[in-house]
């Protein structure tokens, strides 16, 4: 048996950069299909939805037990809380791991900028063109530069071999969750 559920989702992508909070509206439309096929999950009795996001399939499992439709990332709207929920290229995979109560939250969104994913996608290629700029600022502006490691022997140090190296870390780890938003900096 399949039923769908169709919702407007609307969650944000913070995005933390230096000293600034970035927060991205994300207005997705969300259909789940739910699957009658069900099983345990640690205590939790679950069941099968799926959806599409981001140009990725999605396969979700949720409990009644806990009706709060609610899940990780921008997944929300089953009828109770998701408990696992993973792509089907198996890249992401979301557990809960525990449920308990906190006053004292990190939240990211005090103070935010809000951007489009035009302006996510300018600050990551800048980002991606100079990973040290604010390194290299520092550096400009300080009359002596020494690195030392943790023993404190003097390193050489490199800024443009530094930036090659993230530049590459960035293009081999460009796995984005929303693939439809996929940065392709080798044309850059």
Known sequence: MLRKICQIAKYQKIITNGQFNYLLPIHENLKWNIY????????YNCQKAKTAYGDREWTAWFTNDIPVNDGPYIFHDLPGLIITITDNDEDYNFNLIQIKKSANLF??????????????????????????????QKIRNAKKVIMQDANGNVIDFDIRKMNRDQQEDIRRNNNPIELNHKIDYDKL
């Open 36 to 43: 009658s096929e069900k099983k345990k999950i640690g205590i």
């Open 107 to 136: 939240d990211a969104r005090v103070k935010p900028i809000i951007i489009d994913w035009n302006k996510y996608k300018e600050l990551a290629s800048s980002y991606y063109q100079n990973p040290n700029e604010e390194m290299e």
